[in-house]
Every structure is written in structure tokens, then in C-alpha cells.
């Protein structure tokens, strides 16, 4: 089974111009009046972006398990909206104005690398602003080319220097840096709940239906032989963020006939954390397309 592209049509498209605004208005205005923004826009996308309205009522009636209202998607607007602004105070200055609660961050303390596999829930850069705030400690980003160059975008508004933490994926070094920076004690993030046309799915119970997860974050995670963790950055509201982690698979002592087996245990843990937190806490999923669709290819991959 083979991936799609269609989260390339939500409205995460516009972010490089909602954060210029947004550093423009922070700049100007600072946080809490800044904020006041964040109304219109949310209401703008609520108007004006019919698919992604309709992607967010769907995704969170199955969420919160009951019908969802208007408010309810305005509100996921209004989140989506907020983690945009905070960006920009998470990347020019994360220990300023945003508060994070990070129950598990002896991770950070470890000396050795490891992997952490997220999702489009909340915001990485809180957790990689936890990494700043911890002995240093980098968080790279392992993604594809197109991914990268929209969030080189982004980073070359708010904060060049962390474009460095991006390794971008199918050029000839990228596993090579992502191994010298492992073994320098870096976290390597990649998020496993898109895909791109040629992406190879597997059909993971999700929400009460089966949606197909992209095998290569898993596949990459195993070539890299390191343990491997669930991670989210999770909005809470106002100046708040709490960075989650949980371990899903150790791939140090895989051998080859166990990698596949092991690689479906850890997309099966995954899928059932992100299924976990999205029903904890619903509004922070950013995935405004209709994730449920089945890509047009044969033969999908069921999961074990």
C-alpha cells in the first residue's frame, strides 16, 4: 500500500506567512496582545478552508466520541493557531515566554542518542526547546525534502541557526549524519503520521477504522539501531506546554529475520499512544485532510 499527498492541501500550507505575521505582531505587540489575533485567523480558516472544516469535524467526533459541534472545530483552529504563534517565542527565545512541563526529562539527561518518533500533535518545537534547556542538548529532524524545505521556510523567519538541526532524507549522507550525530549523544526526531505518493502503508486499527501509517520512520529507526520513543509536545492552553515521552522499541540488538516483526510491534505501539493522546487531548492533531481515505493501490499492508 502506497502513500498520498493530500495533507499537502491543508492549511498548514500558509504557515510561513501566518508566522511572519505572527513574529511581526510579537515583535510589535508582544505575547498577550499578539494573541488577540489568533481569533480572526481561526476564523478565517473555519470560513474559508471548506475541506479542512470538514477534515476536523470528522477527525473529532471520532476524538470525543460524540458529534462534534462548531465550537469544538473553531476550536481546533484556535490551537492550531496558537502553537503557529508560539513558535515564534519557542524558536528566538524558549526559555522567555511559554511555560513547559516535562515529566520524563531524564531522557535528555542520558549521554547516549536515541530516536524519537512524534506526530503532527501539538508542537516539536517545545521539545526542542526542552533540549536547549537541558546541557544543550540538540534535537535533529529527519525529513523529507519537501517537509524540509517548507520548514527551512519557516526557520529562516524565526530562528536561521535551526536549520542546522535538519537532516534532510535520500541524499547520500543523510543516515551518515544522522549516525555521527546519534553517537554524539543527539535525539533524531522524525513524525510518522503522513505519507508521500510512494511512502509504503500499513493499515493500523485507528480511532475505530483502519488508516494506513507510513513503515520508513520505523524502517530508518531500525537501520539506526537505537532505542526508540513516542514523543509529543502538547498545548494546554495559554503559555503551557507539557512535552510527552514514552518508549516504544529498542532496535540496538535487532537482528535482521527479527527487524520486520519488531518494526510492525513498534508502529502498533505508536499508532496506540497517538490514538491515546489524540482522545486526551483532541484539539492538539493537526492533520486537516481526511486521514480515513484509502490511497488508490493495491494489496495493503494489514497490521499483525
Same mark, same amino acid.
Given at each position: ?7 499537502r ?20 505587540? @508582544?505575547?498577550?496582545?499578539? =494573541? ?66 516535562? /515529566? ?17 500533535? @501539538? ?7 526542552i ?6 542538548? =540538540?534535537?535533529s ?11 527551512n ?10 536549520a ?7 541524499? !547520500? ?6 549516525q ?24 493500523c /486499527? ?7 501509517f507510513?513503515?520508513?520512520?520505523? =524502517? !530508518? ?5 537505537? /532505542?526508540v ?8 492552553? @495559554?503559555? =503551557? ?10 532496535f540496538?540488538?535487532?537482528d535482521? /529475520? ?12 505508536? !499508532? ?32 499483525a
Amino acid at each position: 500500500m502506497t502513500g498520498h499527498g493530500d495533507w499537502r492541501s491543508q492549511p498548514e500550507r500558509g504557515s510561513p506567512r501566518l508566522l511572519r505575521l505572527m513574529l511581526w505582531l510579537s515583535r510589535r505587540l @508582544g505575547r498577550r496582545l499578539s =494573541r488577540l489575533a489568533l481569533y480572526p485567523i481561526a476564523l478565517y480558516f473555519f470560513l474559508f478552508a471548506p475541506s479542512a472544516r470538514r477534515a476536523s469535524h470528522a477527525y473529532l467526533a471520532r476524538a470525543l466520541n460524540r458529534p462534534a459541534r462548531t465550537i469544538d472545530v473553531l476550536r481546533h483552529f484556535l490551537t492550531f493557531a496558537s502553537t503557529i504563534h508560539d513558535r515564534v517565542y519557542l524558536l528566538d527565545n524558549p526559555t522567555g515566554a511559554i511555560t513547559i512541563d516535562c /515529566p520524563h526529562g531524564s531522557l535528555f539527561d542520558a549521554p547516549t542518542g536515541a530516536i524519537l518518533i512524534g506526530a503532527h500533535l @501539538g508542537s516539536f518545537e517545545a521539545l526542542r526547546a526542552i533540549g536547549k534547556g537541558k546541557a544543550q542538548r =540538540r534535537v535533529s529532524m529527519l525529513m523529507h525534502a519537501d517537509n524540509a524545505k517548507k520548514i527551512n521556510a519557516l526557520l529562516a523567519i524565526a530562528n536561521p541557526a535551526a536549520a542546522d538541526d535538519i537532516i534532510v532524507l535520500g541524499q !547520500v549522507d543523510s543516515m551518515l549524519t544522522a549516525q555521527t550525530r546519534l553517537a554524539e549523544g543527539h535525539l533524531i526526531g522524525m513524525l510518522a503520521d503522513r505519507s508521500l505518493p510512494g511512502d509504503t502503508l500499513r493499515l493500523c /486499527p485507528f480511532l475505530g477504522t483502519p488508516a494506513g501509517f507510513a513503515l520508513g520512520p520505523f =524502517r !530508518v529507526a531500525a537501520l539506526l539501531r537505537q /532505542p526508540v520513543y513516542f514523543m509529543a509536545g502538547l498545548y494546554l492552553g @495559554g503559555n =503551557r506546554y507539557r512535552v510527552h515521552f514514552e518508549p516504544l522499541a529498542d532496535f540496538t540488538h535487532t537482528d535482521r /529475520p527479527d527487524r520486520t516483526r519488531a518494526i510492525h510491534r513498534a508502529q502498533d505501539r505508536y !499508532v496506540a499512544l497517538l490514538e491515546s493522546h489524540c482522545r486526551a487531548y483532541p484539539y492538539n492533531w493537526f492533520n486537516f485532510y481526511d486521514f480515513w481515505a484509502p490511497p488508490i493501490a493495491p494489496n495493503p499492508e494489514p497490521a499483525a
